[in-house]
């Protein structure tokens, strides 16, 4: 699917975003571990999280979608999910497949887990290499770096291990192998990553503690089942935050919004670039703070954005990236190589784009250097099937002369399947 884009005037208006999809990952896959039934409101329906469901049902978790966004499943109390007949197949998912490792590791039965085209290149052994050393059995091609992964579940042994980067993929995966293993296994992470996990388990009242760098988890102790409310994707709403700053006569509000403070480095980012950003009507719902944005047409300013400031806004990056072209001054990025294996080589996906757009850039292994404000042209660009390239070309799109035309653009259903239709909501032609 190709799409154009053309120049906009503004955003006005209330706009609502869509579950967030980690949190959605996170419900499904704790929930099938708790004991009992798992009301979860507001469930995600992108992709991904619809490839973690299916994964779940395969493994024997019964799985019931009540109305548009609400899904009910019976929790399997840590051990009762029985041996898949097929391959379980994560799709995209990065989330899905690694979270699985974890909690299958330490399962009675053989499993496979694979994955499309794009998620067969990206890293596994990070995942696999603390897994084995707890007792989990897991073979692959190129001593399991690379999906597909073969599993066979074994009785697992706590550890200490200590994050070797700051990946919450890596910690939710050992933080589920040690709910199945005996004792206490103790995670110290020196760079924080996202923390949804720990909350909601903390939420669901399972065994787990952190003490500054530490995560202590205690082994097979089962927990209840809860409702689960999931608040708005705070990822899927800088899409149309970073639209609000850039194109002119624009002032919006979203509602319901997650705010966890390991997500929100985008929005950090965005205020310190002179982002006119609110952040009002705080609360918290199932250990989860949300908020309400408000947003509204800015002049931006360059900023540095420094190495341990990326794990916090990993996938806004691009965005950052579309910023810094209409802000005055220098912006640059370092610190972030780990876009170069996420869906697609982001950093270069967003150097080739933006060059095609007429921005003048300078590509770094780790980041880039973008000194602006640039005009942007209309151009003929690629999402390289990237969903976060997708959206954020669109966007760009926006606030360039002329049209933008976006190969490959279907793409972004695998995060955000409304996005498309609440741009043409909120875009208005120039």
Same mark, same amino acid.
């Given at each position: 699917?190709?799409?154009?884009?053309?120049?906009?005037?503004?955003?006005?208006?209330?706009?609502?975003?869509?579950?967030?999809?980690?949190?959605?990952?996170?419900?499904?896959?704790?929930?099938?571990?708790?004991?009992?039934?798992?009301?979860?409101?507001? /469930?995600?329906?992108?992709?991904?999280?619809?490839?973690?469901?299916?994964?779940?049902?395969?493994?024997?978790?019964?799985?019931?979608?009540?109305?548009?966004?609400?899904?009910?499943?019976?929790?399997?109390?840590?051990?009762?999910?029985?041996?898949?007949?097929?391959?379980?197949?994560?799709?995209?998912?990065?989330?899905?497949?690694?979270?699985?490792?974890?909690?299958?590791?330490?399962?009675s039965f053989f499993s496979v887990i694979n994955g499309d085209s794009s998620l067969q290149t990206r890293p596994m052994k990070r995942v696999v290499d603390p897994l084995r050393k707890m007792g989990a059995r897991i073979e692959g091609r190129n001593d399991a770096y690379h999906l597909p992964l073969a599993i066979k579940g074994q009785s697992l042994k706590r550890i200490k291990f200590k994050l070797p980067l700051p990946s919450a993929q890596l910690k939710s995966a050992v933080i589920l192998a040690g709910l199945l293993s005996e004792g206490e296994t103790e995670i110290n992470e020196p760079v924080p990553s996202r923390d949804h996990t720990e909350r909601m388990l903390d939420y669901l009242?399972?065994?787990?503690?952190?003490?500054?760098?530490?995560?202590?988890?205690?082994?097979?102790?089962?927990?209840?089942?809860?409702?689960?409310?999931?608040?708005?994707? /705070?990822?899927? %709403?800088?899409?149309?935050?970073?639209?609000?700053?850039? %194109?002119?006569?624009?002032?919006?509000?979203?509602?319901?919004?997650?705010?966890?403070?390991?997500?929100?480095? /985008?929005?950090?980012?965005?205020?310190?670039?002179?982002?006119?950003?609110?952040?009002?009507?705080?609360?918290?719902?199932?250990?989860?703070?949300?908020?309400?944005?408000?947003?509204?047409?800015?002049?931006?300013?360059?900023?540095?954005?420094?190495?341990?400031?990326?794990?916090?806004?990993?996938?806004?990056?691009?965005?950052?990236?579309?910023?810094?072209?209409?802000?005055?001054?220098?912006?640059?990025?370092?610190? %972030?190589?780990?876009?170069?294996?996420?869906?697609?080589?982001?950093?270069?996906?967003?150097?080739?784009? /933006?060059?095609?757009?007429?921005?003048?850039?300078?590509?770094?292994?780790?980041?880039?250097?973008?000194?602006?404000?640039?005009?942007?042209?209309?151009?003929?660009?690629?999402?390289?099937?990237?969903?976060?390239?997708?959206?954020?070309?669109?966007? %760009?799109?926006?606030?360039?002369?002329?049209?933008?035309?976006?190969?490959?653009?279907?793409?972004?259903?695998?995060?955000?399947?409304?996005?498309?239709?609440?741009?043409?909501?909120?875009?208005?032609?120039?």
């Open positions: 699917m190709k799409t154009r884009i053309q120049r906009s005037r503004g955003f006005k208006g209330e706009i609502r975003i869509p579950a967030d999809k980690s949190i959605s990952h996170r419900a499904a896959i704790i929930g099938s571990l708790a004991s009992g039934m798992t009301e979860i409101k507001n /469930f995600s329906s992108a992709a991904d999280c619809l490839a973690t469901l299916n994964c779940l049902q395969m493994i024997g978790v019964e799985v019931k979608k009540n109305k548009e966004n609400e899904v009910s499943l019976i929790g399997k109390s840590l051990f009762g999910y029985r041996e898949p007949e097929n391959t379980l197949d994560a799709q995209n998912s990065g989330t899905t497949a690694r979270l699985l490792l974890g909690l299958l590791s330490g399962q009242g399972a065994e787990i503690k952190k003490d500054k760098k530490v995560i202590r988890i205690q082994g097979k102790n089962k927990f209840k089942a809860k409702k689960i409310i999931v608040p708005g994707d /705070f990822s899927s %709403a800088c899409f149309f935050v970073a639209a609000a700053l850039l %194109a002119e006569d624009s002032e919006i509000i979203i509602p319901d919004i997650g705010i966890n403070p390991t997500r929100i480095g /985008f929005l950090k980012a965005a205020e310190r670039m002179g982002g006119n950003i609110k952040v009002h009507e705080k609360k918290e719902r199932c250990n989860e703070p949300l908020a309400t944005l408000s947003v509204s047409s800015s002049d931006l300013k360059g900023i540095k954005i420094k190495p341990e400031e990326i794990p916090v806004l990993i996938d806004e990056i691009p965005l950052i990236a579309l910023l810094a072209t209409q802000a005055n001054g220098v912006t640059e990025v370092h610190g %972030a190589s780990e876009l170069r294996v996420k869906e697609s080589d982001r950093i270069r996906a967003i150097v080739v784009n /933006f060059r095609r757009m007429g921005v003048d850039l300078e590509e770094k292994e780790d980041g880039f250097i973008i000194e602006g404000p640039q005009r942007l042209k209309g151009a003929s660009v690629e999402s390289f099937g990237d969903h976060r390239i997708a959206m954020t070309m669109a966007i %760009a799109g926006l606030v360039a002369d002329g049209e933008t035309q976006i190969k490959d653009f279907d793409c972004f259903g695998i995060s955000f399947p409304d996005f498309y239709s609440l741009l043409g909501r909120w875009q208005k032609d120039g």
